[in-house]
């Protein structure tokens, strides 16, 4: 079991930048990768940025050059730095982790982001 609790979210202006956490409940060092999603109102959940153990990087193409995610395996926290923040990014940003072990996935209960003026 990983238990992952995203933090960061809030109200922020377009243009605006903002920081999201994930901390998890044991070592990321060891997971297979991390990942962060998003899901807008009527919309399905999309992916955003994910990061290996191999620090092999993927983003969608709506948010490249705009965001970057780092992890720290010391604090055992992934982080998704956003900038540029556009109204269209609003959603509920969720973390997600998959274990090595099946490939399981294991998701937080997501943090939500609103960028408006």
């Known amino acids: 079991q990983v238990q992952l609790v995203e933090s960061g979210g809030g109200l922020v202006q377009p243009g605006g930048s903002l920081r999201l956490s994930c901390a998890a409940s044991r070592s990321i060092f060891t997971m297979y990768a991390m990942g962060w999603y998003r899901q807008a109102p009527g919309k399905q959940r999309e992916l955003v940025a994910t990061?290996?153990?191999?620090?092999?990087?993927n983003y969608a193409d709506s948010v490249k050059g705009r965001f970057t995610i780092s992890r720290d395996n010391a604090k055992n926290t992934v982080y998704l730095q956003m900038n540029s923040l556009k109204p269209e990014d609003t959603a509920v940003y969720y973390c997600?982790?998959?274990?090595?072990?099946?490939?399981?996935?294991?998701w937080g209960r997501g943090t939500q982001v609103t960028v408006s003026s």
């Open positions: 990061i290996t153990s191999g620090s092999s990087i």
């Open positions: 997600k982790g998959t274990v090595v072990v099946g490939l399981t996935d294991y």
